[in-house]
């Protein structure tokens, strides 16, 4: 979920030039209006994502969300893959000073390699014991193994199943690369909307990647308002029949578990993100 500040003075975004008919500007939500749509929605609190495109590694306005509401929010973080002293400088801040749960990292910068640069940062992540959400592009999916493996202290998190084309179904040619993957210890799936909506049956994707990589190892998240067709509560709705098709205690580690284990390791735990 990704929150957009009403005061655009206090919390000035990114872009150069506003799109009008982005959904940062036809339908925004603000953090004072979550606790109402998570309460329609039967969400006990969620974890809310910086919107890289709109404020960058600017996190102010998720930090201050997520301090007005501690019972209901956990934020993770954008950090920038750059100087490694600058890159560790904003890490801290981020988790020591503005108490964010965790960081997310765009490694999908249109290059076929995953930059190094993000190494440093990583070792850091490792030592502070904090999971990463990590962006990469289909392309990038084959060295993701090996960056996996040389960081075991790491929880990873690929965002969005690596942005890979289901189109054609969970065994097409589009999603073999996240297959290809395949399963590793400190390696969890952020299985979206976005990614549910790219096949006809979500139930049998669910099932096939919980087979892949198990389906503790499963997180979901809703991406609202980027996606908001049916609201947040009726993509909840949406998100609760696709992982009826999991196995065992499956939904509950997808819909909210899993989630709680790694940004949420305390009393209680959210159902929904």
């Not at 975004?13 to 039967?42: C, F, K, Q």
């Not at 974890?47 to 600017?58: C, F, K, M, N």
């Not at 609760?240 to 284990?261: H, I, M, N, Q, S």
């Amino acid at each position: 979920m990704h929150v957009i500040a009403e005061d655009a003075l206090r919390y000035p975004s990114i872009l150069r030039s506003r799109d009008e008919n982005a959904w940062y500007s036809t339908h925004p939500v603000t953090a004072e209006e979550l606790p109402a749509l998570m309460d329609d929605g039967g969400v006990a609190w969620t974890i809310l994502v910086q919107p890289i495109q709109v404020y960058g590694s600017d996190n102010s306005y998720l930090a201050d969300s997520c301090a007005a509401y501690p019972d209901r929010l956990r934020g993770v973080a954008v950090v920038d893959v750059g100087e490694p002293a600058a890159s560790r400088a904003d890490l801290h801040r981020s988790i020591r000073e503005q108490g964010l749960a965790g960081i997310r990292v765009n490694l999908a910068t249109g290059a076929g390699t995953i930059d190094p640069r993000c190494h440093p940062l990583l070792e850091n992540a490792a030592e502070l014991d904090i999971p990463v959400l990590v962006r990469v592009t289909p392309e990038q999916l084959p060295q993701l193994p090996a960056l996996v493996a040389r960081f075991p202290g790491v929880a990873f998190v690929l965002d969005h199943c690596g942005f890979v084309d289901f189109r054609d179904g969970p065994d097409g040619r589009g999603a073999a690369p996240l297959f290809e993957v395949g399963a590793h210890d400190n390696l969890y799936v952020k299985v979206s909307t976005m990614n549910l909506y790219d096949v006809a049956d979500p139930g049998t994707l669910l099932k096939e990647l919980g087979r892949c990589f198990g389906t503790d190892r499963l997180v979901w998240g809703s991406d609202y308002p980027h996606t908001s067709d049916r609201g947040y509560a009726g993509l909840v709705d949406y998100a609760r029949e696709a992982a009826r098709a999991l196995p065992g205690d499956g939904a509950e580690d997808y819909l909210g578990r899993t989630a709680a284990k790694l940004w949420c390791p305390s009393p209680g735990s959210p159902d929904g993100s």
